[in-house]
């Protein structure tokens, strides 16, 4: 069971779409085979000739590979990326479109900027996640990556490990930065703001990457 799983995309764009601002089409692109990176044989993410429409997405899925979705800089999309629900629970976050991430410990929370909040940044932490609003991205729900130890899950886990997928089916909420769960406030007030270019994602290594999307610096969370 390691197939990505093109309904739930769907489900996820579904949802994701129904109250969108006018004009917004979800930045999607190639991820590799179960993994998080792009697939660069396609070109920069970041370009519009690597853009996928959602029926190229489904097919690139069913094809075996993974999706990725980005909030650029024009967009409206924010993506709180949450590493620890423990740390950050469901509880931290306003109502919106949730996603289990693949650990099925933490969870993206997606919102649209709200019309009239300060413009939410980039927000890096230490190991708490990351606000991702300016080119950045996270794996889209249907993506299948491997997970790091899923037998250090709880039995009733296990079976969706490697698995991002839909954990609440609703549309985005409008958040404004003031709104941000307290832990990304914090560290935004401390003046930290994560480069355009890093893909940092949950679970696993933190990445820079330059102006094409090539890794090139790791740490671990």
């Not at 069971?1 to 692109?29: C, H």
């Not at 919106?96 to 709200?114: D, K, M, P, Q």
């Not at 932490?125 to 609003?133: I, L, P, S």
């Amino acid at each position: 069971m390691s197939d990505p799983r093109p309904d739930e995309l769907v489900k996820f764009i579904d949802a994701l779409t129904e109250t969108a601002p006018d004009g917004y089409e979800p930045w999607l692109f190639r991820c590799e085979h179960q993994g998080k990176d792009p697939k660069l044989s396609y070109g920069s993410w970041k370009d519009e000739s690597a853009r996928m429409t959602v029926d190229e997405a489904v097919d690139w899925m069913r094809g075996g590979g993974n999706v990725g979705i980005a909030a650029t800089a024009d967009g409206p999309l924010v993506n709180v990326d949450v590493d620890d629900d423990e740390a950050t629970t469901l509880d931290d976050v306003k109502d919106t479109l949730l996603v289990r991430s693949r650990s099925r410990t933490g969870f993206h929370a997606i919102y649209f900027e709200a019309e009239d909040s300060d413009e939410v940044p980039n927000i890096p932490t230490e190991n708490a996640g990351e606000v991702r609003a300016n080119w950045q991205y996270v794996v889209a729900p249907g993506s299948y990556v491997p997970a790091d130890d899923p037998e250090a899950l709880p039995p009733e886990k296990q079976d969706l490990a490697g698995y991002y997928t839909v954990l609440e089916d609703r549309p985005p909420a409008r958040i404004s930065l003031e709104e941000l769960p307290q832990v990304f406030l914090d560290y935004h007030q401390q003046g930290g703001e994560a480069d355009v270019d890093r893909d940092d994602m949950p679970g696993t290594h933190s990445t820079t990457r330059d102006a094409e999307g090539t890794p090139t610096t790791h740490r671990p969370h």
